[in-house]
């Protein structure tokens, strides 16, 4: 099991900045990846940004050059820098992480339990 838990989220003006932090514990295999979703009122739950153990991210269209998603390996924490804000960013913010059984190589999906982003003046 992996428990995730997120901070960071509130309420920003539009070209405003937040920083979100999700820390993991628990049985956390090496390779792993970790990252963010986001759901909206009304809108399908989307991945925003996710990154390797090793550094690798791939981040969602609407957020490039925007968006910065880190890791700390030795604190099993993942973090998402977003800038510019806008009110389409509104959402509530899922972090997660895909466990890679070491063995069987099956990724074993948890999620936290989401903190709200809001974008408004």
């Known amino acids: 099991q992996v428990q995730l838990v997120e901070s960071g989220g509130g309420l920003v003006q539009p070209g405003g900045s937040l920083r979100l932090s999700c820390q993991a514990s628990?049985?956390?295999?090496?390779?792993?990846?970790m990252g963010w979703y986001r759901q909206a009122p009304g809108k399908q739950h989307e991945l925003v940004a996710n990154i390797t153990r090793d550094g690798i991210a791939n981040y969602a269209d609407s957020v490039k050059g925007r968006f910065t998603i880190s890791r700390d390996n030795a604190q099993n924490t993942v973090y998402l820098q977003m800038n510019s804000l806008k009110p389409e960013d509104t959402a509530v913010y899922y972090c997660?992480?895909?466990?890679?059984?070491?063995?069987?190589?099956?990724?074993?999906?948890?999620w936290g339990r989401g903190t709200q982003v809001t974008v408004s003046s």
């Open positions: 997660n992480i895909d466990n890679i059984h070491p063995r069987n190589r099956i990724p074993y999906t948890y």
């Open positions: 628990g049985s956390i295999f090496r390779n792993n990846i």
